[in-house]
């Protein structure tokens, strides 16, 4: 006996050898969260630590030693006795330094890294690793693809074939008894079933037994599928289907061959009618495991109590789940009996000899009952004084005992409560002879030969009051049966048709030619087609009907490749610049041995011969640069070729992103949206826009997104980038206005010079101009946005946005309060306004800022030392002014400078226009306005001034 500690500050364990009479104290260096003895040698155990680190001790947990780190936990075995040769060997499941997952075994004596044994080429999906009797089970998944692998007797690896078509979302493994595998898969058509299949004995072709078997979700994922074999008698199975919605219970005792439904009690436990009579009414039973590990479940069997089976169940057209009444049969299913109306814990002693229950109830008991008879009477025992919450029941070891305890508590907050339950003193004597019956199995059709034999067992008289003992053994005779048809199921690649006379034959899938050779078939060998029949594993009959007569033998032909494929391990195909890619060239079927295979890197290297006979050896390489490589592996013989490819992508990944668009835009305009990323060559990038409230984003490939407006207001615009396995975004807010005034810009070339180009610093530029415009203009900042553009020269947008509480108006009349606060710069000898066409007239005025000069000297002064920046606002030359105009004087005094006459609008012929212009000492900022709304009646003369 080992008891774990569950101090925190101290970890250690408990070990008795004297059945608890005393314990010796061990203290751990790590903290036990599963222990896993050898099955055979008590000495031996393996402990799973908190922190997924697995430990091995050979003297009962006195000293322990570190075998691996990075176990996966549930998914550690021992070596199993007549398979594995070393009694020493571990079976697990470890992550690797890549993060992937392998099936490694190693020796408890020496399992350091470098003696691992990787006995699977490649990765394995994560908790797959099963080890069951000579078989070992493990799944890997490939993008969408998953592949389910089986060794049987540890040899190597073969890919479990099931029919084509069955496309499995989940497989379960059922039984691997008596060298064959019971599976149920979820196919892609189903939810709450799963199909049963039954294999040859090697456990790679696969049969389909049982379709629509009921199926629970638990809690972590866990799936309870309602079939169970019954113990004692090989080949028989019970199992619950659902079609429609409908759960019914059905029987096999061939393992899948035939089923059929439960024969009902004609009476009740009372002795009452019971009016359930086939085909309209059966027994069902509900076949789910108990939570609770120390209880029974619904249905009891055991190995040394044949045909004696306890369920909890209803009689009807379909299972209920709520109805639990307790039915029992002692011939393995042919008859039943009804023997409580509600549900109870069984325990099965003297290999049934005695049958205790306690009802499953949460009040608490005092009473047990227990039959000798096989449940045609029962007696009640007080077992306690105080009535006792029941949380389980024991035996003690070995089938023969008749010692049980009842444990649980008498309230809530009380400690446990075992109590010790012996019948020994009921019985006075052994069993002889004279105290057995013999009697015979047969299924519900009366048929006596089950799988392949006559088979007779002893069970003790009902009048006899004795021990059955350790002695005692179940089987009495056994007679070897002629061979039926019903001894044959079809085989892999067959269905089977029920014909008029309800006699069934089996047929070839569409998808299946029963004459090809199979995939593992070498030149030179032979190999046998298939009849369509295969006698069902471990059935025994001998003469009478062969379905497999008459078997064509063919020599294996060269098989020309197919299934050819390249895969990258690790299973990505995007990597960084100079990382190690491992590529694995695979084939699924065609002769390998006579086969050439080459394989192109796509990166101009000289190509690679590939031997395939030499598993585990994948092809090591190693990209330099960015970019999408196509690589590609020709294989060929005599009788064909194949090829294969994958795209590589070698990228770096995304650094930053930044989403370019207009601040201010019109109703109805067309708006350019583009998302600028580094690095800059994010091949293959996917690109979500969210525009507004829409809640479903537009996608495309290229960075940009033309879109319109159809309302006023602002609107978030967000930007994501997917490229590859990273993400990043951005978001802007666009104004849209009814009218608004856009005025081009342009600095000195010097700026240029000291211009990064990156989105951080235009806009650092764009709000200091903002602010020292609306401060020179007392125009409020809020109605001015300076966008500054990407690229040489350094250009920029101003938008003069209406106040907020404008009204809105029609597009000919102009922005009063935006076209006053110029006039206080550039002074008009008239108005310039009215309705009527529209011109483009640009007129250049001046700011004269001394302030304006000095902060922008200030501000970049760091940034770029040495250099005196200004602002020229789209004049193309600089040109003398002579001397300031006086609001009275004539257009004539003004002198001319060059025209600037927007050719997208209508030109006309330019009158005159009085300007007056003024200015202060500093450096001289020009900049244009355009006039939107201007009568075609207007003449203006464009006049471009410096004032030193």
Known sequence: IILVSSSVSEQCLFTSSDEGATFEKSVITFSVETLIFHPKEEDKLLAYSRDAKLYVSVNLGKQWDLLQEQVTKEHIFWSVAGVDTEPGLVHMEIQDVDGGYRYVTCQIQNCSDKTLTFQFNGNIDRSSLTVQDDYIFLKTTTGNQTKYYVSYRRNDFVQMKLPKYALPKDLQIISTDENQVFIAVQEWYQTDTYNLYQSDPRGVYYSIVLENVRSTKQPEENVLIDILEVRGVKGVFLANQKIDGKVTTLITYNKGRDWDYLTPPSVDMTGKQTNCKPPECHLHLHLRWADNPYVSGTVHTKDTAPGLIMGAGNLGSQLVEYKEEMYIT???GKTWRQVFEEEHHILYLDHGGVIVAIKDTSIPLKILKFSVDEGYTWSVHNFTSTPVYVDGLLSEPGDETLVMTVFGHFGYRSDWELVKVDFRPSFFKECTEEDYDSWNLSNTQGDHCIMGQQRSFRKRKTSSWCIKGRSFTSALTSRICQCESTDYVCDYGFEQEVTQKQTSRCFADFWY????????????????????YRKVVSNVCEGGIDLQENLAHYQCPLIPPKGLRITIKGDSMAVKPGEDVMFIVQQEQGDILNTKYQVDLGDGSRPINVNLTLTGEPIRHRYENPGIYRVS?????????????????????????????????????????????LPSNANLSVYYWWIGNNTQPFLTLENYLLTRFTEGGEFRVTVQVLYWNSMLQDSKVVRVFDEFQVLPLKFS??????????????????????????????????????VVKPGLPTTADLYLLPPTSQPKRKRSVPMDKSKGAFTQIVPCSQAIGGTGGYCAIVIIFTICLVAVGAFILYKFKRKMPGRNVYAQMHNEKEQEMTSPVNHSEDTQNIIQGEEFIDDDLDTQTLGNARVTLSGR??????????????????????????WF
Request: aromatic content about 4%; some cysteine; proline content about 8%.
């Open 633 to 677: 592996v020709k294989a060929e013989n005599v009788a064909g070729h194949a090829d294969a490819i994958i795209y590589v992508q070698v990228i770096t990944p995304l650094q930053a992103l930044h989403l370019e668009v207009v601040p201010v835009a019109g109703k109805n305009q067309e708006v350019n949206l583009s998302a600028v990323t």
């Open 513 to 532: 030619n029963p004459e090809s050779p199979p995939e593992d078939c070498m030149m030179g060998r032979t190999y046998t087609s298939s009849t369509g």
């Open 330 to 332: 002692s011939d393995c």
């Open 749 to 786: 070339k010097h700026l240029d010079m000291y211009n990064p180009n990156i989105p951080e610093w235009r806009e650092d530029i764009g709000q200091i101009v903002t602010q020292l415009l609306a401060k020179e203009t007392n125009i409020p900042e809020q109605t001015l946005v300076t």
């Open 921 to 946: 000492g500093g450096f001289l900022s020009s900049y244009k306005v355009p006039l939107l709304s201007v009568p075609a009646s207007v003449h203006s003369q464009v006049i471009t001034q410096e």
